[in-house]
């Protein structure tokens, strides 16, 4: 079965400290990556994404994630957290078979950023 | 980005009693609406998606008799819990998609409480 997995389920991170969350699928087809961010209260929303080209993706507030197909992987990172980061971090994979209509979400990875 | 709205945010209902949970796309018309349901600390699970004017495609384990889904038009789609038991308890979350985005937008989500 197709599925997402999320390294750490809790991160705790000093102001000015660099992130990286880890996201690894299984599925041997192509597919869509997603990093989606839950702001405490606040619904889920779009960090950034990708569907094909540079595997190295930016994405808003200084994230970034890199999509290695040969390890399955698209791990998300930051240089430099800010309090503001607080959140939980989820990765998401559509595989394009599906025409990219069924989600696959990962655990989800709360981060805590100390100020 | 475009948004999605869910009503109510919070219901709290009796044992045996039905809820309908509605989500619209404000600013664009979602072809497709997916329904999902959050169990705390765990990830989103996909329920079902549904297509306007067509029946909903439920995942496997998801009793369709028991969650009810309509998408009558190009921007609301409801979730209707029937019957519902204390184990329904949950956070339901809609996404939307279409028109020009091939992205989902997620609504704030519906926390459901039955006693």
């Known amino acids: 079965a197709q599925s997402v997995s999320q390294h750490n389920h809790h991160v705790i991170l000093s102001e000015a400290a660099s992130l990286e969350l880890g996201c690894n699928y299984s599925?041997?087809?192509?597919?869509?990556l997603f990093w989606y961010v839950q702001y405490p209260g606040q619904h889920l929303q779009l960090l950034l994404k990708?569907?094909?080209?540079?595997?190295l993706v930016k994405g808003i507030k200084g994230f970034e994630a890199e999509f290695i197909k040969s390890k399955f992987s698209f791990n998300l990172r930051k240089p430099s957290v800010q309090w503001s980061d607080t959140a939980e971090y989820f990765c998401?994979?559509?595989?394009?078979?599906?025409?990219?209509?069924?989600?696959?979400f990962g655990a989800g990875t709360r981060l805590f950023v100390k100020a | 980005g475009a948004v999605v709205s869910q009503h109510p945010s919070w219901v709290i209902c009796k044992s045996g009693t039905s809820v309908k949970i509605e989500c619209r796309s404000l600013?664009?018309?979602?072809?497709?609406m997916f329904w999902y349901r959050q169990f705390p600390k765990q990830s989103l699970m996909l329920m079902a998606t549904?297509?306007?004017?067509?029946?909903?495609?439920?995942e496997q384990g998801v009793e369709k008799d028991k969650f009810l889904i309509n998408h009558a038009s190009l921007t609301l789609s409801t979730l209707t819990v029937t019957s519902a038991h204390p184990e329904d308890s949950s956070f339901y979350i809609c996404?939307?998609?279409?028109?020009?985005?091939?992205?989902?937008?997620f609504g704030p989500g519906t926390r459901l409480t039955v006693l």
């Open positions: 996404s939307a998609r279409g028109g020009a985005y091939n992205e989902q937008f």
């Open positions: 599925y041997g087809g192509t597919v869509n």
């Open positions: 990708y569907f094909s080209g540079d595997p």
């Open positions: 998401a994979v559509n595989p394009r078979n599906t025409g990219g209509f069924k989600t696959i």
């Open positions: 600013d664009f018309q979602a072809t497709t």
């Open positions: 549904s297509n306007e004017g067509s029946k909903a495609t439920y």
